[in-house]
């Protein structure tokens, strides 16, 4: 099956402690995005990655980082320099830019 | 700041109404157009892409008018699972702000 997959579905992380986010697809997009979404609020776009070995900062992009080493892979790592990190983070792929966009399940991270 | 705009609801409505969704997007150069419905606690799915033309998918119609820069959503015979927070997409070009630009969606809550 083609798809987008996230893990973990949950993930619950220590103050000062940093943590990666998977972000997987197999549809052949070129196109990645991170978005966070705090409850009752929109997608807040993170990073995005048009191609390998690139990416652009988008409006959240302090206390995260990236890596786009592969096609199908685009994981993100919440640094403990995120002030606030507790939030749902979706993952997205699209075949270009402007296409239609697919979303993995999310992760739920929850700072302790 | 490219934006999309849309009103956040709730929008409340009896089993079978017809319920009409607007947004409007600031950057004119938008080429593609989307909406997306979210489930509560759930990744945001696609529904339909919006062409210039107009197009229908079953109860669902989508609209787009450029002069104006807004699109439309209309859902006819409400059901009760059409509940959902509806996303309206507009893609960007240029910018920082990534590829596509969501609106913070408008909840609808279909009642029996």
């Known amino acids: 099956d083609g798809g987008i997959t996230q893990s973990p579905k949950y993930l619950f992380r220590k103050e000062g402690q940093n943590v990666t986010l998977s972000c997987e697809q197999n549809?052949?997009?070129?196109?990645m995005y991170w978005y966070r979404q705090d409850p009752g609020q929109g997608l807040r776009l993170i990073y995005y990655?048009?191609?390998?070995?690139?990416?652009q900062k988008g409006d959240i992009a302090e206390g995260y980082s990236v890596s786009r080493e592969k096609k199908e892979s685009f994981p993100l790592t919440v640094t403990s320099a995120q002030k606030n990190p507790t939030a749902f983070y979706l993952c997205?792929?699209?075949?270009?830019?402007?296409?239609?966009?697919?979303f993995g399940q999310g992760t739920r991270l929850t700072v302790v | 700041r490219k934006e999309v705009e849309q009103d956040p609801g709730p929008f409340n409505v009896p089993e079978g109404a017809t319920v009409a969704f607007n947004c409007t997007y600031s950057?004119?150069?938008?080429?593609?157009f989307f909406w997306y419905r979210q489930d509560c606690r759930k990744e945001p799915k696609l529904l339909m892409s919006?062409?210039?033309s107009g197009n229908e998918d079953g109860r669902f119609t989508a609209q787009l008018n450029r002069a104006s820069q807004y699109i439309s959503l209309l859902i006819r015979d409400s059901k009760l699972s059409d509940s959902a927070t509806y996303l309206c997409?507009?893609?960007?070009?240029?910018?920082?702000?990534?590829?596509?630009?969501f609106g913070k969606g408008t909840k609808l809550s279909v009642k029996p």
């Open positions: 549809l052949n997009h070129d196109a």
């Open positions: 950057n004119s150069a938008s080429q593609s």
């Open positions: 919006v062409y210039s």
């Open positions: 997409v507009a893609s960007n070009y240029g910018g920082s702000q990534g590829n596509l630009i």
């Open positions: 997205a792929s699209s075949f270009q830019r402007d296409t239609e966009a697919f």
């Open positions: 990655s048009q191609i390998v070995n690139d990416f």
